[in-house]
């Protein structure tokens, strides 16, 4: 099959946060729709979906073409001038290096909100890029647009210089005030500097149909209404046109169409994967190796640990065979520099008084961490499997779940910095969709429709944060919604647009727990954003992508009940009694007795009205009942909560087999637990 004859070099994804309206799946699709070759993506000021937006094509069989739509400062000093946008694109690795300094830089040294250069940045880091002009909301078109054609050729020349010809005079037929004359003064200008001309269409979404769906996204995010005349808005020919259709708006201009095959072939780089890169832990010592290290303070807490619960040879023996197997799998696997990474500030989190959870998820299964006190659970007297942490037949990663003092867990993390360097630790960003009812309140506000009106549809929506329902869910399911639709030519048009708009992004915040930490500054793996609220780096690639680049992720959660408790225990302190938590009895009979009254509020995990009910009919009486019945509430296994209850209220069981009544023992015959399985 030929390939077609234009490609889109302008697209707005829904990276371009309540502003582009095409997912990074339909881009993929709708160049393979047209038989494009290939087809880039320039968010605004972003690289957010640089790395999904290369796997989705690659996989399409399209070429990725990576690139960015990044800003000069407003010319005017009036508040709230606009920034002057232009399009860079990637040609080759050095280009990919360049793009995501500079995306990075117009975060963390301009306004996250609006990031922009200054022209002299954006010339020192023009090796490897391609520029185009920047269209109709560009500097050359403004300034001709305001009678300034001599000051937009002397910048013209200059980027034409700083890009050493690897530049495009971009037009647009956006069917937008001044184009036309616009236009004839670029053609001008690119006679006499001998500078190509490129066509695009600066596509914000994917057809035509979804004009006024993405009008709607613009005001949601502005803040305004659909009547309102005087705000921004996108033209209506700002969608994914096919080739022919581009071809036939630019008929006069054939050479515009040609180009952007031309510039194409000229930008064939994908952000790209890569395997774990990890730091070298400072804490290695001197002459030794990461894993001679990891092995030498490994045994070390090893002994620590066997001389506090007086362990005989016997008691020794297990645990010395189990550390022995443990440390060789973790140094085939080649992790003693994680282990000794996360030993490293959570010794010094405890040292410095700062309260740490005992250990959660499967990282609670490995003795090592025991020994290097990055968990405080046993693992042997609780059956917890190390493999299932981790698995030389299953490469993984390892990743361990880490509470901190919700109040001091940013002590932990600057502390992090300090060892490795700010430059080279960083939170994780995330990003917030438009959910179904927030879509449907939403929409209706800018479309001006009657609060309480709005509120009845919303309300027949369920709200369930475990499993989101979707909208068309919702009214599949839902035959009063049907009916509202049906009868309401207005409730309608709420409807059809909100499902258009559902699950694209609106804002960019932090991750509650991830920091990465690199081996290098960080700016050479991944681009970074800024959070406004605080003055730490943020990769721009979300949890999924960022380890995919090659950054090793490290958990620190904050936990609110850490806090009570480190609370609890200072007020107690101050009244001469000294309580330390890792002493305290696991089979105290005043507190079974008060968890199977349900008295739980406060108590981590067992606070909701459904974990109360089930303390209630279990009757806790021992720790592996609050361990199974943990495990036990979530959806599926949730129906194995009244046979549990009966069970241990005295109704006889059978195993499925009597081979494994031993490992099942412990749970009435229920499989409860993943070693459960395993066994």
């Not at 957010?48 to 690659?58: N, P, T, V």
């Not at 001998?194 to 995010?221: R, Y």
């Not at 080649?334 to 959870?357: H, S």
Request: aromatic share 8%.
């Amino acid at each position: 099959m030929p390939h077609a004859d234009f490609v889109h070099l302008r697209n707005h994804s829904a990276y371009s946060l309540s502003q582009g309206a095409i997912r990074i799946p339909d881009l993929a699709s709708l160049s393979v729709k047209y038989g494009m070759p290939a087809v880039a993506l320039t968010d605004s000021g972003n690289l957010f979906g640089a790395l999904e937006f290369s796997q989705y094509c690659k996989s399409a069989g399209v070429q990725p073409i990576v690139g960015c739509q990044l800003s000069l400062p407003a010319r005017s000093t009036k508040p709230g001038a606009p920034t002057e946008p232009l399009v860079l694109l990637a040609r080759n690795e050095v280009g990919l290096a360049n793009l995501q300094i500079l995306s990075s830089h117009g975060f963390l040294h301009g306004d996250p909100g609006d990031p922009s250069l200054a022209i002299d940045v954006l010339c020192a880091h023009s090796d490897g890029l391609f520029l185009l002009t920047g269209g109709n909301r560009g500097p050359l078109n403004r300034m001709i647009y305001d009678e300034q054609e001599v000051e937009a050729g002397i910048l013209l020349d200059q980027l034409n210089s700083a890009f050493h010809g690897n530049i495009a005079i971009e037009l647009n037929r956006l069917g937008e005030q001044g184009e036309q004359e616009v236009e004839n003064a670029l053609i001008r200008l690119a006679d006499r500097y001998d500078i190509p001309l490129v066509a695009t269409n600066e596509c914000f979404f994917p057809t035509p149909q979804f004009h006024e769906a993405h009008d709607a996204l613009i005001c949601i995010a502005q803040g305004r209404t659909i009547a309102e005349s005087d705000r921004w808005r996108v033209s209506a020919e700002a969608w994914f046109k096919s080739p022919a259709e581009m071809r036939a708006l630019f008929h006069d201009l054939p050479e515009a169409c040609d180009n952007t095959l031309i510039i194409a072939q000229r930008c064939a780089i994908a952000a790209c994967t890569r395997k774990p890169l990890l730091p070298v832990c400072p804490k290695v010592r001197e002459g030794s190796t990461e894993e001679e290290t990891l092995r030498a303070l490994a045994w070390e807490g090893l002994e620590k640990r066997l001389e506090a619960m007086d362990a005989g040879p016997e008691t020794r023996s297990l645990y010395s065979e189990r550390l022995q197997t443990e440390l060789d799998i973790i140094a085939g696997m080649g992790f003693p520099g994680y282990f000794l990474i996360v030993a490293d500030f959570i010794q010094w989190a405890k040292a410095n008084d700062i309260p740490v959870g005992p250990g959660r998820g499967s990282g609670a299964g490995s003795l090592a961490a025991y020994a290097l006190t990055i968990t405080d659970i046993d693992p042997i007297p609780f059956g917890l499997l190390f493999e299932r942490f981790l698995n030389p037949e299953r490469v993984s990663m390892p990743d361990f779940d880490i509470d901190f003092c919700q109040d001091r867990r940013d002590e932990v993390i600057r502390y992090v910095r300090e060892e490795y360097g700010g430059s080279r630790v960083a939170q994780i960003i995330t990003f917030g969709k438009l959910q179904a009812k927030a879509a449907v309140r939403d929409v209706g506000r800018v479309l001006g429709l009657p609060y309480g009106m709005v509120n009845r549809v919303a309300e027949l929506i369920p709200n369930n944060p475990a499993k989101p329902v979707t909208l068309r869910q919702a009214i599949d399911g839902e035959p009063r919604l049907q009916e509202m639709r049906d009868s309401d030519e207005s409730l309608k048009r709420l409807l059809e647009i909100a499902l258009q708009l559902e699950g694209l992004y609106r804002h960019a915040s932090t991750h509650a727990a991830g920091v990465v930490i690199g081996d290098r500054e960080l700016v050479e793996l991944v681009p970074l954003y800024r959070d406004p609220k605080s003055d730490m780096l943020v990769t721009q690639y979300n949890m999924k992508f960022v380890e995919q680049a090659g950054l090793v992720k490290f958990d620190f959660l904050g936990l609110t009940t850490l806090t009570i408790l480190k609370r609890g225990l200072d007020f107690l302190q101050e009244q001469g009694i000294n309580v330390d938590l890792s002493r305290i009895p696991l089979d105290d009979k005043p507190t079974f007795e008060m968890l199977a009254r349900g008295d739980t509020a406060g108590v981590f995990q067992f606070e909701g009205a459904g974990m109360r009910d089930m303390l209630k009919q279990m009757a806790a009486s021992r720790l592996e009942d609050l361990i199974a019945g943990v495990s036990l509430y979530r959806p599926g296994p949730m129906a194995n909560i009244p046979d549990y209850c009966r069970r241990k209220h005295g109704e006889p069981w059978e195993p499925p087999h009597e081979e494994i009544r031993e490992i099942l023992e412990e749970t009435y015959g229920i499989m409860v637990y993943q070693e459960q399985v395993m066994q």
